[in-house]
């Protein structure tokens, strides 16, 4: 996808303004009252396991009601079936 945008000429710069209202770092403040449940996985391809982690700390430092997991192999997509197949294990922890 990143190859396809900069065949089209489209700027990283571009992409961060038109996204920015789906940025988590611009909806954090939507997350105070939530219960957040966090599934990063290191070898994730889709999500980069950097970007993820930005997100987890912000959440801790902010001090907002949280759970988190962190795999170090599974991928995005392996992840994601775990969810679907085992749904009590990702609902939110007390």
């Known amino acids: 996808m990143k190859q396809s945008y900069k ?14 209202s789906l940025a988590p770092e611009n909806n ?23 970007c993820g982690k930005k997100l987890l700390d912000k959440i801790e ?16 997509n392996l992840t994601s079936l775990l969810f679907y197949l085992n749904p009590k294990k990702f609902l939110f922890h007390k």
Not at 7 to 20: A, D, R, Y
């Open 61 to 76: 430092t902010l001090k907002y009601n949280h759970f988190y997991e962190i795999n170090k192999s599974l991928g995005h």
């Open 7 to 20: 065949n089209q000429g489209v700027t990283l710069e571009e992409l961060k303004n038109h996204w920015s």
């Open 28 to 50: 954090i403040a939507n997350l105070k009252s939530k219960n957040i449940s966090i599934f990063l996985s290191e070898s994730d391809m889709v999500i980069p396991f950097y």
